[in-house]
């Protein structure tokens, strides 16, 4: 992150001066007022106004490199869509060798997901959900787990006990929930502690 | 492989001058041993864990079409 301090007569003419010294425009970067400045008499004994202007690393060039570095280390040439939405940040990876990068059951999707959503919202104001996804894996998945909770939502039913299926992570915890959540015989919860919470159906 | 670990590691805390990874090879297996400054080992091993496990799950997917197994020793 670079920065500058640059001082002016007024607050708005050392923001300018700062913009100008790094060559950026008024929305790519963070203010902050040091001094606001003093009006002196006749422009004597009047203090300049000081700011700090930091040129923050737009959040998604850091994600988008982030990613790729680590991409490229594990060899494989994927190629990286990018969707920002409000504060959703999905990336979208393709290429010959992705299965690597979704692993078993998604756990390498996972691990990179999670990592890149802490790259992402470390040290900023913005937060953002993060999704990474590999050639249409969480639609995929979806239709898995959904077919999965049906079934033991049946045999849940059949043995009258509980069922309790293997760890997920939180979004696919939801999947089930959400499948489930119209059914009258059963009722799901989680339980466990990350990363163990795995859901429980009840008859 | 090391430079993977320090590719993974480096967004992660505030002092990436201090971030070490030492190899350990032997006959089965190779163990990477990753040292961070003692400010920002909660950063890499996070809640739980939860940081440590996904940095391992990357590294395991990276040594997947190695022979040796390998390790990754945290602090």
Known sequence: ?203 | MKALIETIVTPLVDYPEDISVAVNEEEHKVVYHLTVNSDDVGKVIGKNGRIAKAIRTVVYAAGSDTKKRIYLDIM
Not at chain 1, 103 to 112: D, E
Not at chain 1, 147 to 163: G, W
Not at chain 1, 168 to 195: A, C, W
């Open chain 1, 1 to 203: 992150m670079r920065q500058v301090t640059a001082s002016g007569q007024t607050v708005e003419e050392a923001v300018q001066s700062a913009l100008k010294q790094l060559n950026t425009s008024e929305d790519q970067v963070k203010i902050d007022i040091i001094d606001e400045g003093k009006k002196g008499f006749l422009g004597l004994f009047g203090s300049k106004a000081v700011v700090k202007v930091s040129l923050a690393e737009n959040q998604l060039q850091r994600a988008t490199k982030y990613l790729t570095n680590i991409t490229d280390q594990l060899g494989v040439a994927a190629q990286i869509d990018v969707k920002v939405n409000d504060n959703e940040m999905i990336f979208e990876l393709s290429g010959e060798k992705i299965a690597i990068l979704i692993g078993k059951r998604g756990q390498t999707l996972n691990a990179l997901q999670y990592l890149l959503h802490l790259v992402v919202n470390r040290k900023s104001d913005k937060y953002y959900t993060v999704i990474v996804d590999a050639e249409g894996y969480r639609a995929r998945r979806q239709g898995t787990l959904e077919n999965l909770a049906n079934r033991l939502a049946d045999k849940a039913i059949s043995t009258k006990r509980e069922v309790s299926l293997e760890p997920m992570p939180s979004f696919e915890r939801k999947i089930i929930h959400t499948t489930l959540q119209d059914h009258n015989e059963i009722s799901t919860y989680s339980h466990g502690v990350e990363p163990n919470r795995h859901v429980v159906i009840k008859p």
